[in-house]
């Protein structure tokens, strides 16, 4: 008897690029300085300055939440995009407005957008990272054509007010770009985006009460445990050794040697960070953009807010302004522990 013919698997393109084509920041107006947190700490503004690069930050008023940050970001990524669409929405926060739903659905509704594929990531200052490797992944599975990447971050609302540590450092902001898809040799088309993680140290940086192992009981958690908690010393050199070792992998992958990267775009943690990270890389410090001293640590959002500011030419933004074809390299780290970094070249975008 015949076998019986086993049908052959559908014929499938190539699958598409993810182009970067839109860019979008917001931060909100309410400006935080040194002066003012050495009011009430028991810090000064030259610690503040000479530690860690920043001069003020901004923070949201009570009453509002991340998706206010995400929204007014989204908005100005799509508009920069040209179009007001998008078949899905990623979110990345630390910081969502409340433990369950996620946050995505609530902006993209918001945006206009209801009905399109949404949710959040969790993977704090390294979640525009991985959320643009979640996009990526849409567009290459065809699930999406354009995709809305938004890193949004309140972190004023779970820093301990009174931990000098953290309280100077960590603000509010957020970022988005818009992905679609593409060919992969266009400007913008995003190559590997290189992710990785070590849970091992996860209790460096951590917020241990509120989750599954610490719950929210109706009783009070002990003191500090909902706040979001860092051990600074130890996380510094993490975070210079794996930004420097995932920006080589992203730079050989692109088929560049570091001397090719025009811009460093890496989360801002600490400007004392960045300047590890070139040191390390032999990269001259002019090549890194930075607005720390004016927006603090936004967390996740940090990414995609220097590059839009950047790309807007803000005379706030160290390093100068984005100009189409400049080979860009993306990196940062983060809780979890988790780091990536990725490299592209920037596309012509209006404004
Ligand atoms: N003002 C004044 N003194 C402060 C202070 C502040 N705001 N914060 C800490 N200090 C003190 C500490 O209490 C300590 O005092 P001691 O020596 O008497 O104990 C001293 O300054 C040094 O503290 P240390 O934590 O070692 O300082 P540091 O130089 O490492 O800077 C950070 C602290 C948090 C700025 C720095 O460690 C950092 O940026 N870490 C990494 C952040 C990061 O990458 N996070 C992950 C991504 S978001």
């Not at 009070?220 to 979001?228: G, I, T």
Request: aromatic share 4%.
């Amino acid at each position: 008897m015949a076998a019986a013919r086993r049908p052959a698997a559908p014929a499938r393109p190539p699958a598409p690029a993810a182009v970067l084509c839109g860019v979008g920041g917001w931060v909100p107006p309410r400006e935080v300085t040194n002066a003012e947190l050495s009011r009430r700490l028991d810090t000064s503004d030259e610690w503040i300055r000479s530690r860690t690069g920043i001069r003020e930050r901004r923070m949201i008023n009570p009453g509002e939440a991340t998706s206010d940050l995400a929204v007014e970001a989204g908005r100005l990524a799509l508009k920069s995009s040209g179009e007001a669409d998008a078949d899905a929405v990623v979110l990345a926060t630390t910081t969502p407005d409340r433990p369950c739903p996620g946050t995505a659905p609530e902006v993209a509704h918001r945006l206009g957008l209801t009905g399109a594929a949404a949710f959040d990531v969790s993977a704090v200052c390294t979640g525009f990272l991985y959320a643009l490797a979640a996009g990526q992944g849409l567009i290459a599975a065809g699930t999406a054509r354009r995709v809305l990447v938004i890193a949004a971050d309140a972190f004023t609302t779970i820093i301990d007010p009174a931990d000098r540590g953290t309280a100077v450092i960590f603000a509010d902001g957020a970022g988005a770009v818009v992905l679609r898809a593409g060919g992969p040799d266009e400007p913008g088309a995003l190559g590997r985006v290189v992710l990785g993680s070590d849970g091992e140290r996860a209790e460096l940086i951590q917020v241990p009460a509120g989750g599954s192992r610490q719950r929210s009981t109706g009783r009070p958690a002990p003191a500090r445990d909902h706040y979001f908690q860092m051990r600074g010393r130890e996380t510094f050199r993490q975070a210079v050794g794996h930004m420097s070792a995932a920006s080589r992998a992203a730079v050989a992958d692109a088929g560049w040697r570091l001397a090719d990267v025009d811009r460093v775009v890496a989360h801002q943690a600490n400007a004392r960070i960045l300047a590890a990270v070139a040191d390390e890389l032999e990269l001259a410090e002019d090549r890194l953009l930075s607005n720390i001293a004016h927006v603090g640590n936004t967390g996740g959002a940090s990414i995609p807010l220097l590059l839009a500011q950047a790309q807007e030419g803000l005379p706030s933004v160290s390093g100068g302004r984005l100009a189409a074809g400049d080979r860009l390299l993306l990196t940062a780290f983060g809780a979890g522990l988790a780091w990536g970094a990725t490299a592209l070249l920037w596309p012509d975008l209006p404004g």
